[in-house]
């Protein structure tokens, strides 16, 4: 069992920074992947940014390219998500997922149904 905790959600204006936190309890992270993904009101969740944390190879969508970093701090079992120049379209809910599965092995995967383990997730609103 993995239990993820997010953090750092808020409201902001277009062109701030937001670092959002996802703490991990139960198992160690090492050798699984991490993704983060967002779900506005009325659309489907979709990926966001994902890490294999072990070897840090990362998979971005297109989306947040450049604007988006991923990061992961083994101590704290703790992956960040710093989100910069931020506008009104990345207003969602944001979730940290866990895919355990698959120990790490192979492309890192970008649909929900892929994770096993999911956080509550955290509100980022974006204003004009």
């Known amino acids: 069992q993995v239990q993820l905790v997010e953090s750092g959600g808020g409201l902001v204006q277009a062109g701030d920074s937001l670092r959002l936190s996802c703490a991990a309890s139960g198992r160690t992270l090492s050798n699984h992947f991490i993704g983060w993904f967002r779900q506005a009101p009325e659309k489907d969740r979709e990926f966001v940014v994902g890490?294999?944390?072990?070897?840090?190879?990362?998979a971005y969508a297109d989306s947040v390219k450049g604007r988006f970093t991923i990061s992961r701090d083994n101590a704290k079992n703790t992956v960040y998500l710093q989100m910069n120049s931020l506008s009104p379209e990345d207003t969602a809910g944001y979730y940290c997922?866990?895919?355990?599965?698959?120990?790490?092995?192979?492309?890192?995967?970008?649909?929900?149904?892929?994770?096993?383990?999911w956080g509550q997730g955290t509100q980022v609103t974006v204003s004009p």
């Open positions: 890490i294999s944390w072990n070897s840090g190879r990362t």
């Open positions: 997922a866990a895919d355990i599965r698959r120990y790490g092995l192979g492309p890192i995967q970008t649909t929900p149904d892929d994770y096993e383990y």
